[in-house]
């Protein structure tokens, strides 16, 4: 079975500072990996995917995540936070033979004036 | 409609009452996903609905729980004789048919269960 960790329950980063969210998974066969982010009292709103080709992907509002087979990682990565990035943010797995996609506990982002 | 819609936005029920969340999808997309988040956690899998096939119903927690959907049209999560566990926001999900375009969520619905 597929599973999805996201170390970090929460990240706190100054504003202007690069942030990094980690999420590793586990899945047989080629992943297809997500990340959304959910503002207070919002349903999650998709940032950015992996299906394949460049392992660096970019995405939504200046965020981009790099796939790393050996690793079995996708962190999320954005070089310049903004205090409008503090969010709950999730990585989702899918393997190829699934249809539903498996999600993360959740990290929430913090960045600090 | 441009989004996925769902209602009601907030339930408050009686613990043993019965209730029903409806679920509108994004016309045309034919996959309809229910998850379920519990307040500090990750969302957990319920349902999943593709076109006219047989739902994957492996996520539902108990036989309480249940859902329906009519094509590619509302879904309906009906939760019978609820518990204080079932105090959760349960979010609806629809997507094209191949999952590569990723899920566009509904807001949810918060249900309390007094």
């Known amino acids: 079975a597929?599973?999805?960790?996201q170390p970090e329950d929460?990240?706190?980063v100054a504003e202007g500072n690069p942030l990094t969210v980690k999420c590793t998974y586990s899945v047989s066969g080629n992943p297809y990996l997500f990340w959304y982010v959910q503002y207070p009292n919002r349903g999650l709103q998709f940032l950015l995917k992996y299906i394949t080709g460049d392992n660096l992907v970019k995405g939504s509002y200046g965020f981009e995540a790099e796939f790393n087979k050996s690793q079995t990682s996708f962190h999320l990565k954005k070089p310049s936070a903004l205090v409008?990035?503090?969010?709950?943010y999730f990585c989702a797995v899918r393997p190829g033979s699934a249809r539903q996609l498996t999600f993360g506990s959740g990290t929430q982002l913090t960045v600090l004036p | 409609g441009a989004g996925v819609s769902q209602s009601p936005s907030n339930k408050v029920t009686e613990k043993g009452k019965d209730v029903e969340l409806r679920c509108d999808p994004i016309s045309g997309h034919t996959a309809l996903y229910w998850y379920r988040q519990r307040l500090g956690q990750g969302l957990e899998f319920l349902?999943?609905?593709q076109g006219n096939s047989a739902p994957d119903k492996s996520g539902l927690p108990s036989d309480r729980f249940?859902?329906?959907r009519t094509g590619e049209s509302v879904s309906t999560l009906t939760i019978q004789r609820t518990q204080q566990e079932d105090s959760a926001v349960y979010l609806c999900a629809s997507t094209r048919e191949t999952a590569n375009y990723g899920y566009t969520f509904g807001s949810g619905t918060r249900l309390t269960v007094v």
Request: net charge negative.
């Open chain 2, 47 to 49: 349902i999943y609905f």
């Open chain 1, 10 to 12: 929460q990240v706190n």
């Open chain 1, 84 to 88: 409008s990035d503090s969010a709950l």
């Open chain 2, 66 to 68: 249940s859902a329906e």
């Open chain 1, 2 to 5: 597929q599973s999805v960790a």
